[in-house]
């Protein structure tokens, strides 16, 4: 955000006074003008400074937010896969019980002296 100064370094340095018999001293004019340009000088060195530290932040922080967009969907990926494994183990775990079952009653058929196989 720029600052809306009415001064700069070489309008203080092009500045002409007028002479008046009973003005000031030239030379003191000067040394002070000359500290003032050196203090606009230093102020917009500083300005432009914070201007590009705030630009660099600001692209810093867009960099970070897609990095947390993109790191969020992976997330949503990543936990709809954990719930399907989850679904999945579920399923297998169901599926074993019913298979120890089936051997279970086989087992006992063929100690029966049936043949499951042939049991249509």
Not at 17 to 26: M, R
Not at 78 to 96: F, G, Q, Y
């Amino acid at each position: 955000m720029p600052i809306d100064l009415k001064l700069d370094s070489n309008k203080v340095f092009h500045k002409v006074f007028e002479g008046t018999k009973p003005g000031y001293n030239a030379t003191q004019v000067d040394t002070f003008l000359d500290i003032v340009i050196s203090d606009y000088e230093a102020v917009e060195a500083y300005v432009q400074k914070t201007d590009e530290l705030i630009d660099n932040l600001n692209k810093t922080n867009k960099m970070l937010k897609d990095r947390l967009t993109t790191t969020e969907a992976n997330l949503a990926v990543l936990e709809e896969k954990m719930k399907n494994i989850s679904d999945n183990e579920s399923v297998s775990m169901a599926n074993l019980d019913l298979l120890k079952r089936i051997s279970t009653l086989e087992q006992a058929l063929f100690k029966a002296g049936i043949n499951p196989s042939n049991i249509k």
